[in-house]
């Protein structure tokens, strides 16, 4: 998967629109939907997908949404898209489960509880102006047990806007997971531009964050000469599917060198990277966690890490003889925990630049400990 960058969005955002001044609306005149009934969310694979669906009315400008894919499998997850154009993006924003000027309830067919928390509440608009841009909003949505979700999306003042359906399945799928933070602090040395520790865990099911209130903003005044026919190219999706060139691991024993060919998040790995290991080549499945620790931690950006990994064997059913392999995921924005409680956690502080996800290649690690030559 290509990492998806600002200078993307700019190539993009002009074949969005056909032409720099042409406001998305008037494309479709007459095609503009009020808050009078829900609009189904439809399954969109390209930028062009998601400019063909409904523009519905929001404030002063528009929204059109979409989401990933109708199905899943269980304690995966997916992304539900939402690019508006004439909205004033607050600098602050209140309560949770936001997709843009939006709500959205996720809830399983087996749940009968309230509608979502805080979900007519009003947002504090700020004065991050992108009136006359375009705005690119991401959620993720946690998949964590068999069968079908409801996700409804909701105006701020209550009103039902759109809403779909979307399948969990019980199709087996390798799962990604947390690392433990360790008790070693973190530094830099002279061949890196970080040191970090940290431990494997024996439970954790995790997806990468996408909160809904982070949204790329795409200028509309890009000069003419920039306009590029992208408008096929390939939404971003929640999860890459192959390892990308950008990222590569190395192991010696069961240290790790991280190399990406882009500046990335090297402080608190536990919180941007995620694993996935494989024991005698076949795919270790955890548990789900139910509390992880906090998210907080300094930025450090740099190209170069050393992640000493404190390997416990036990903690993955590893025995003595077993081959241990390992695989990262970079996470820019976090993960979040597939648990029956959506976990909402402060969003990591970022440069513009950097790419929001990386896939390592597959590395095998050491572990066991060799034995002396007397022995």
């Not at 996408?210 to 903003?217: A, E, I, K, R, Y």
């Not at 502080?349 to 996800?357: Q, S």
């Amino acid at each position: 998967m290509r990492p998806l960058c600002f200078g993307f969005f700019f190539a993009v955002s002009a074949s969005l629109t056909g032409a720099a001044e042409k406001p998305l609306a008037a494309e479709k005149a007459g095609k503009v939907r009020t808050h009078s009934g829900a609009t189904p969310i439809q399954v969109v694979k390209t930028w062009q997908d998601l400019l063909d669906q409904p523009a519905i009315s929001v404030g002063t400008g528009t929204a059109r949404l979409g989401i990933e894919a109708r199905s899943a499998p269980c304690m995966s997850g997916i992304l539900l898209y939402c690019l508006t154009e004439g909205y004033s993006v607050p600098s602050e924003w209140e309560g949770s489960n936001r997709i843009g000027p939006y709500r959205v309830e996720v809830r399983h067919e087996n749940d009968k509880g309230a509608r979502a928390e805080d979900a007519c509440k009003s947002a504090r608009q700020g004065t991050r102006d992108s009136t006359h841009s375009l705005a690119f909003f991401r959620r993720s949505i946690p998949l964590n047990c068999p069968g079908k979700f409801k996700i409804r999306v909701f105006s701020l003042k209550g009103d039902l806007v759109a809403d779909t359906e979307v399948t969990a399945t019980s199709e087996k799928c390798h799962p990604w997971m947390p690392l433990e933070r360790s008790t070693n602090s973190e530094s830099a040395g002279e061949k890196y531009d970080a040191v970090a520790f940290v431990k494997n865990r024996t439970k954790g099911i995790a997806i990468p964050r996408f909160d809904g209130m982070s949204p790329t903003l795409i200028p509309r005044d890009d000069s003419p000469t920039k306009i590029r026919r992208r408008a096929d190219a390939r939404l971003p999706t929640l999860l890459p599917a192959v390892a990308n060139d950008g990222l590569a691991v190395k192991a010696s024993r069961t240290d790790l060198v991280v190399e990406s060919k882009a500046s990335i998040i090297l402080a608190r790995p536990d919180w941007h990277f995620l694993v996935r290991w494989w024991v005698n080549d076949k795919p270790y499945i955890p548990a789900q966690l139910e509390a992880f620790e906090d998210s907080n931690g300094m930025v450090i950006m740099g190209n170069r890490m050393l992640l000493h990994l404190e390997f416990d064997p036990k903690r993955i059913a590893a025995k003595p003889g077993d081959t241990v392999d390992i695989q990262l995921l970079y996470c820019k924005n976090g993960w979040e925990l597939i648990e029956s409680n959506l976990a909402q956690d402060e969003l990591s502080m970022h440069a513009d630049e950097a790419p929001e996800l990386l896939l390592s290649n597959r590395v095998r690690i050491a572990w066991e400990k060799r034995k002396a030559n007397n022995e």
